[in-house]
């Protein structure tokens, strides 16, 4: 009703006088304001729009004759095909909207480790959670996160990978809060410690042994815990993020789910193999979508030996074949460009 509301207001009319012209006035406003809408958030309001007017018109809840007894006008249906925005096209965000580079994501990384010097050498507080910041960032790269699975890890999420033991207990995250179907609860993932990334098991470590406890999380079982002993929010991981993208100077169409867009991007650049990036990012399947189809996986250990060995195809048997084709190590070619070692956030001593 939200919508209703404020569509009233803008025609300074009620419902049973709208009109096309009144209807299509108010989304060009929408498109044309400061800030557009999106396509796809206009063509959820006309959704909504096209059930309240398919409600109000139909006879069979009276309010037609009622507003022609009342009113002398009834509600007219003012959103048809020709004034309806369609889908067109598969992809309909903003253009801006991009992975970042290999060194877009080194000096994101760089800049949130030196604004915890820079707060400690103003002697101001907020080197602990400065720590935890660039943590969390490094963590939502190294894992593909969304920012609502990142705040919804717990501690009991950290998991081992048996064909990994020198990882520890951060061979793998198991996602609870993963991106919902429609109409369903969030699904779940396993995501792997990808090997090109080993960098980030010390940067966990060193976080979960000198920078959490001293947050005072108590019995929290959240993993990333803010300064008041409660779960890290959504608003303020996106918050950081734009926080160190302005200090890095990156460009502000930057935003933090561009981090998952390129822990992808460098999963396809590393030549993993598609069956492997799709159960870690949790994309949808390829009877939902066409672009990014998935597998699923719940069992670390049915599937961290498969997983493994098309991470780095060296890992694998001599002679295997793919696809009926010789495998071969994917740093023969020379393609493989990792991110340069990110060290751990320096810890507040």
Not at 93 to 105: A, F, I, K, M, S
Not at 219 to 229: G, I
Request: proline share 7%; with cysteine; charged share 25%.
């Amino acid at each position: 009703m939200a919508l209703i509301r404020r569509l009233a207001e803008f025609t300074n009319q009620y419902p049973w006088q709208w009109a096309c012209a009144e209807l299509e006035a108010f989304f060009d406003m929408l498109r044309s304001a400061p800030r557009p809408a999106a396509l796809s958030t206009l063509r959820g309001y006309q959704t909504t729009m096209r059930l309240f007017q398919d409600f109000v018109t139909d006879t069979r809840y009276g309010w037609p004759q009622a507003c022609r007894e009342r009113f002398g006008q009834a509600p007219a249906a003012v959103l048809h095909e020709w004034n309806s925005m369609v889908h067109a096209v598969e992809y309909e965000g903003r253009p801006g909207r991009r992975p970042l580079t290999y060194d877009e994501v080194q000096v994101l990384f760089d800049t949130a480790d030196q604004r915890v010097d820079d707060i400690r050498s103003r002697g101001r507080k907020g080197a602990l959670v400065a720590v935890r910041d660039a943590a969390v960032l490094k963590a939502v790269y190294a894992y593909g996160l969304r920012r609502r699975e990142a705040c919804g890890l717990d501690l009991a999420d950290l998991r081992h990978n048996p064909s990994m033991p020198a990882f520890g207990r951060f061979g793998a995250l198991f996602v609870r809060l993963a991106k919902a179907s429609r109409g369903s609860a969030p699904k779940r993932r396993t995501v792997l410690t990808v090997p090109e990334m080993d960098w980030i098991v010390a940067v966990l470590d060193e976080y979960l042994t000198e920078v959490r406890p001293r947050l005072a999380p108590a019995a929290h079982p959240a993993l990333w815990v803010s300064e008041r002993t409660a779960r890290l929010s959504v608003y303020r991981l996106g918050r950081v993020f734009e926080i160190v993208r302005d200090l890095a100077g990156l460009p502000e169409e930057l935003d933090l789910h561009g981090l998952r867009h390129s822990y992808v991007t460098h999963l396809v650049e590393f030549d993993i193999p598609r069956s492997s990036f799709r159960t870690r990012s949790g994309t949808p399947s390829p009877r939902r979508r066409r672009s990014t189809p998935a597998c699923r996986t719940s069992s670390v250990t049915n599937c961290c030996a498969t997983n493994c060995a098309s991470i780095n195809p060296a890992w694998r048997r001599a002679g295997e074949t793919e696809n009926g084709l010789p495998v071969e190590p994917a740093s023969g070619d020379g393609r493989t460009r990792n991110v340069r070692h990110h060290g751990p956030g320096r810890a507040v001593g």
